[in-house]
């Protein structure tokens, strides 16, 4: 089989991933850490655009890369309006969707700008995977207690559904036949339902469920219109502080949960309940998504970069592996899931989806 050479390119809000695959190989990668001060400068993440091209081109010249080699290239895709999971390729109601930022504001939606703008420049295929508005909840999940608003699917869909294939695979089954609760546990935090091979609820620490390292998740809502209505923060402010500055952040000043975690060793009593509180409430989200699956759970799957901490893990375990086996994948598989999602549709695997504004 061909090897297509493939470029993946995942934005977070302060870093720009990149890796080069040669066919499901990953010959190449590398996290370009931004100034937060230069990034600051950018009225919005979409106007980064040229300022992470750049990075990405510098990068890749560093260690001998040129975009010349490239077949495909393929990146995270952002808030859009909700969709079906899959691969999509670029287009001009998908770059205004992100730039309007209809469905919302993320690191990622500045993704498809860079990898258009390559394939334009190379004439290669360009494509987003599994964005992170991949909609697949019932109508029943979407009701949210107050007409005029409705709940939402945001989650880390790229890593999730890696995922569950991979946990699927170890045990020798297809997704299809499996049902699993997976929380993907990183800077945000999302937990899904995931009901054989269909995420049919999801709750999302930008909007509601758990806290995270930097996101509040949901509030008791009569004091969060006080705060709304305090004059103490305009709506952005407050915005950053639900989403960039909320959480654990919040509490103790630190996003990095390898340093609560060593607090908590040497006797510092707020982060130890602070780390407790988001451990408790990740595995009461996991104990609602268990509810949602009628208590029918195969694997509860616990990934991102949290995971990697086997303290945290056997803290969550021990409060939800009475509903099912806990497997970890720690950290998270997007640029793989971006590679092979690549391969799949470069060798006709699959089919490639078009945008068209909510399907
Ligand atoms: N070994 C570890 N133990 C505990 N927490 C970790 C560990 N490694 C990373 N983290 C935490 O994981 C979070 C970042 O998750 P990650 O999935 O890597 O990134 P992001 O969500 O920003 O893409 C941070 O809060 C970081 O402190
Ligand atoms: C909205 C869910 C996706 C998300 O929060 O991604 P990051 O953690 O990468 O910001």
């Given at each position: 089989?061909e090897?297509?050479?493939?470029l993946?390119i995942?934005?977070?809000?302060t870093?720009?991933k990149?890796?080069?695959?040669?066919?499901?190989?990953?010959?190449?990668t590398?996290?370009?850490?931004h100034?937060y001060?230069?990034?600051?400068?950018?009225?919005n993440?979409?106007?980064q655009?040229?300022?992470?091209?750049?990075a990405?081109?510098?990068?890749l010249?560093a260690r001998?890369?040129?975009l010349?080699?490239?077949?495909?290239?393929?990146?995270?895709?952002?808030?859009?309006?909700?969709?079906k999971a899959?691969?999509?390729?670029?287009?001009?109601?998908?770059l205004e969707?992100?730039?309007?930022?209809?469905?919302?504001?993320?690191?990622?939606n500045?993704?498809?700008f860079?990898?258009?703008r390559i394939?334009?420049?190379?004439?290669?295929?360009?494509?987003?995977?599994?964005?992170?508005s991949?909609?697949?909840?019932?109508?029943?999940?979407?009701?949210?207690?107050?007409?005029?608003?409705?709940?939402?699917?945001l989650?880390?869909?790229?890593?999730i559904?890696?995922?569950?294939?991979?946990?699927?695979e170890?045990?020798?089954?297809d997704?299809?036949e499996?049902n699993?609760i997976v929380?993907?546990?990183?800077g945000?935090?999302?937990?899904?339902?995931?009901?054989?091979g269909q995420?049919?609820?999801?709750?999302?620490?930008?909007?509601?469920?758990?806290?995270s390292p930097?996101?509040?998740?949901g509030?008791?809502?009569?004091?969060?219109?006080?705060?709304?209505?305090?004059?103490?923060?305009?709506?952005?402010?407050?915005?950053r502080r639900?989403i960039?500055?909320?959480?654990?952040?919040?509490?103790l000043?630190?996003?990095?949960?390898?340093?609560v975690?060593?607090?908590t060793?040497?006797?510092?009593?707020?982060?130890?309940l602070?780390?407790?509180a988001?451990?408790?409430q990740?595995?009461?989200?996991i104990?609602?998504?268990?509810?949602?699956?009628?208590g029918d759970?195969?694997?509860?799957?616990?990934?991102?970069?949290?995971?990697?901490?086997?303290?945290?893990?056997?803290?969550?375990?021990?409060?939800?592996k009475?509903?099912?086996?806990?497997?970890?994948?720690?950290?998270?598989e997007e640029?793989?899931?971006?590679?092979?999602?690549?391969c799949?549709?470069?060798?006709g695997?699959?089919?490639?989806?078009?945008?068209?504004?909510?399907?």
């Amino acid at each position: 089989m061909e090897k297509f050479r493939i470029l993946a390119i995942n934005p977070g809000s302060t870093s720009t991933k990149i890796s080069i695959f040669h066919g499901e190989e990953e010959v190449f990668t590398e996290n370009i850490v931004h100034d937060y001060e230069e990034l600051k400068k950018f009225k919005n993440v979409i106007e980064q655009e040229g300022y992470r091209y750049e990075a990405i081109l510098n990068a890749l010249a560093a260690r001998g890369y040129s975009l010349d080699e490239i077949d495909v290239v393929v990146a995270r895709g952002g808030i859009l309006r909700p969709v079906k999971a899959g691969t999509y390729r670029i287009n001009d109601l998908m770059l205004e969707d992100l730039k309007d930022a209809v469905a919302g504001e993320h690191a990622s939606n500045v993704a498809a700008f860079i990898a258009h703008r390559i394939g334009a420049e190379k004439g290669i295929p360009a494509y987003i995977v599994d964005p992170v508005s991949v909609d697949e909840m019932e109508d029943v999940a979407r009701i949210s207690g107050l007409d005029g608003i409705e709940r939402k699917s945001l989650s880390h869909a790229l890593n999730i559904r890696r995922v569950i294939y991979k946990v699927s695979e170890k045990f020798g089954k297809d997704p299809g036949e499996l049902n699993f609760i997976v929380a993907h546990l990183g800077g945000g935090i999302s937990i899904g339902a995931i009901r054989r091979g269909q995420m049919v609820d999801v709750e999302s620490a930008n909007c509601e469920g758990p806290f995270s390292p930097e996101r509040s998740g949901g509030l008791p809502i009569l004091e969060l219109i006080d705060l709304c209505f305090s004059g103490r923060f305009t709506k952005d402010e407050l915005k950053r502080r639900l989403i960039q500055e909320g959480g654990v952040y919040s509490y103790l000043g630190t996003k990095d949960i390898r340093e609560v975690e060593e607090r908590t060793r040497s006797g510092d009593k707020k982060a130890a309940l602070i780390l407790e509180a988001m451990v408790y409430q990740i595995a009461k989200c996991i104990g609602q998504m268990a509810t949602v699956l009628k208590g029918d759970v195969d694997f509860i799957i616990l990934t991102g970069g949290i995971a990697k901490s086997d303290y945290i893990s056997e803290c969550i375990a021990d409060r939800v592996k009475f509903i099912a086996p806990v497997e970890r994948v720690p950290g998270e598989e997007e640029m793989k899931a971006l590679a092979e999602a690549a391969c799949r549709v470069m060798t006709g695997r699959e089919k490639v989806l078009d945008y068209g504004g909510g399907e």
